[in-house]
C-alpha cells in the first residue's frame, strides 16, 4: 500500500469517526425507541422528553412498534382519553397517536400512517371548528414517514440531538415538573390570544372536507367503526367565534362532517361547557370529564354528548 492511500485512509478514518461515534449515542440513548435495541436510558427518561420535544414522532414510531387495531388520533385535548375505560367498554386495546398542536389535514395523514402498520377496526378522531379552516395547516406527517424509511434520516437529525439532551438529563438530574406558575393568567391568554388566532382569518377548507370524507369512505367500505369527537371548549372561548363572526360557519361544518361516521358532539351549550372547573385550560377538559366523554361514546344512555345526524 503506497504511502499517497495510507495516508488518505488515515484522515478518513479520522473524519469517520466522530460520525460513528454520535451513531453509536444516538443508537445507545434512541429516545424516540426507532431501533428499540437498549435500555440504557429508563422509559420513563425518554417518553418524558420525546413527547415534550416531538410527541408526533415519539407516537409514530411507538404505534408502528406496537401496533394495535383500534386508535385514537386528534391534538392535545385527546390525548388524555381514558384508553382503560374504552376497553372497559368494549373489550379492545386503544392507542392514542396524537400530536400536540396537530392539524386536521396531520390527523388525517396520520389515519393513513396508521392504517399501514394495522388492519383497523375502529377509529376514533379528535376534531373541532378551530381545526376546521383552509388556514389551520401544517406538514409534519411527511417528515415522519420519511425518518421511518430512512434512519440516516433519524440519526442526523437536530430535534434528535436535542431529545437525547434532554432525556440524558431526565436520567441524571431528575425530570423537572413544569407548573404553570399563573393559571389566571395562561387562561386570559388562552382565550385572548390563542382563540384569535384560530378564529381571526377563516377560510372554508374544502379540500381537507374531501380528504376527510375519503377516510370516511374507506372506513365503510372496509368495515372499520370510524367515531368523530367533537371536544368541548369552555364557553368563554367558544365565545370568542361569536366575536368573529363565525356562528354560520361552526353549523356548517358540524352538518358537513355529521356523514362522514358517527359523530358525538360536546362543544355546545351543556354542563360542560359552562364549568370552569371542568377545564384545565379553555380547552383541556379534566380527566373525569374525558372519561364522561368516552363512556358517552359506547353508551345508548348520553349523559352530556349529542350524536348529530
Given at each position: 500500500?503506497?504511502?499517497?492511500?495510507?495516508?488518505?485512509?488515515?484522515?478518513?478514518?479520522?473524519?469517520?469517526?466522530?460520525?460513528?461515534?454520535?451513531?453509536?449515542?444516538?443508537?445507545?440513548?434512541?429516545?424516540?425507541?426507532?431501533f428499540n435495541l437498549s435500555n440504557t436510558i429508563s422509559k420513563h427518561s425518554k417518553e418524558n422528553s420525546a413527547q415534550k420535544l416531538n410527541s408526533l414522532l415519539y407516537?409514530?414510531?411507538?404505534?408502528?412498534?406496537?401496533?394495535?387495531?383500534?386508535?385514537?388520533?386528534?391534538?392535545?385535548?385527546?390525548?388524555?382519553?381514558p384508553t382503560q375505560q374504552l376497553k372497559k367498554l368494549t373489550g379492545d386495546d386503544y392507542y392514542t397517536l396524537h400530536s400536540n398542536a396537530a392539524k386536521l389535514n396531520?390527523?388525517?395523514?396520520?389515519?393513513?400512517?396508521?392504517?399501514?402498520?394495522?388492519?383497523?377496526?375502529?377509529?376514533?378522531?379528535?376534531?373541532?371548528?378551530?381545526?376546521?379552516?383552509?388556514?389551520?395547516?401544517?406538514?409534519?406527517?411527511?417528515?415522519?414517514?420519511?425518518?421511518?424509511?430512512?434512519?440516516?434520516?433519524?440519526?442526523?437529525?437536530?430535534?434528535?440531538?436535542?431529545?437525547?439532551?434532554?432525556?440524558?438529563?431526565?436520567?441524571?438530574?431528575?425530570?423537572?415538573?413544569?407548573t404553570r406558575k399563573n393559571q389566571e393568567k395562561f387562561w386570559k391568554h388562552t382565550i385572548n390570544t390563542v382563540a384569535a388566532n384560530h378564529y381571526s382569518k377563516y377560510?372554508?377548507?374544502?379540500?381537507?372536507?374531501?380528504?376527510?370524507?375519503?377516510?370516511?369512505?374507506?372506513?365503510?367500505?372496509?368495515?372499520?367503526?370510524?367515531?368523530?369527537?367533537?371536544?368541548?371548549?369552555?364557553?368563554?372561548?367558544?365565545?370568542?367565534?361569536?366575536?368573529?363572526?363565525?356562528?354560520?360557519?361552526?353549523?356548517?361544518?358540524?352538518?358537513?362532517?355529521?356523514?362522514?361516521?358517527?359523530?358525538?358532539?360536546?362543544?355546545?351549550?351543556?354542563?360542560?361547557?359552562?364549568?370552569?372547573?371542568?377545564?384545565?385550560?379553555?380547552?383541556?377538559?379534566?380527566?373525569?370529564?374525558?372519561?364522561?366523554?368516552?363512556?358517552?361514546?359506547?353508551?345508548?344512555?348520553?349523559?352530556?354528548?349529542?350524536?348529530?345526524?
Amino acid at each position: 500500500m503506497n504511502t499517497e492511500l495510507k495516508i488518505l485512509l488515515r484522515k478518513g478514518s479520522i473524519f469517520m469517526l466522530p460520525i460513528i461515534a454520535w451513531a453509536c449515542i444516538v443508537i445507545i440513548v434512541d429516545p424516540f425507541n426507532y431501533f428499540n435495541l437498549s435500555n440504557t436510558i429508563s422509559k420513563h427518561s425518554k417518553e418524558n422528553s420525546a413527547q415534550k420535544l416531538n410527541s408526533l414522532l415519539y407516537n409514530s414510531i411507538n404505534f408502528k412498534n406496537h401496533p394495535t387495531n383500534s386508535v385514537i388520533i386528534g391534538d392535545s385535548r385527546i390525548r388524555r382519553l381514558p384508553t382503560q375505560q374504552l376497553k372497559k367498554l368494549t373489550g379492545d386495546d386503544y392507542y392514542t397517536l396524537h400530536s400536540n398542536a396537530a392539524k386536521l389535514n396531520e390527523i388525517i395523514d396520520l389515519f393513513w400512517l396508521t392504517n399501514q402498520y394495522s388492519e383497523l377496526k375502529n377509529v376514533i378522531i379528535g376534531i373541532n371548528f378551530n381545526l376546521y379552516n383552509e388556514y389551520a395547516y401544517a406538514n409534519r406527517v411527511t417528515d415522519v414517514q420519511e425518518m421511518l424509511r430512512n434512519p440516516f434520516i433519524y440519526i442526523f437529525n437536530w430535534n434528535i440531538a436535542e431529545t437525547i439532551y434532554l432525556s440524558l438529563k431526565n436520567e441524571f438530574l431528575g425530570i423537572q415538573k413544569n407548573t404553570r406558575k399563573n393559571q389566571e393568567k395562561f387562561w386570559k391568554h388562552t382565550i385572548n390570544t390563542v382563540a384569535a388566532n384560530h378564529y381571526s382569518k377563516y377560510k372554508h377548507p374544502k379540500t381537507t372536507l374531501n380528504r376527510l370524507e375519503e377516510v370516511g369512505v374507506y372506513c365503510l367500505e372496509n368495515n372499520i367503526n370510524l367515531n368523530l369527537i367533537i371536544v368541548p371548549h369552555h364557553k368563554e372561548f367558544h365565545d370568542r367565534l361569536v366575536d368573529f363572526n363565525l356562528e354560520e360557519e361552526e353549523i356548517q361544518f358540524k352538518k358537513e362532517i355529521s356523514t362522514i361516521g358517527k359523530v358525538l358532539d360536546f362543544d355546545f351549550p351543556n354542563a360542560i361547557t359552562n364549568c370552569k372547573p371542568c377545564f384545565t385550560d379553555p380547552i383541556h377538559t379534566t380527566d373525569s370529564i374525558n372519561t364522561i366523554m368516552a363512556n358517552d361514546l359506547f353508551s345508548d344512555s348520553l349523559l352530556v354528548g349529542r350524536l348529530l345526524q
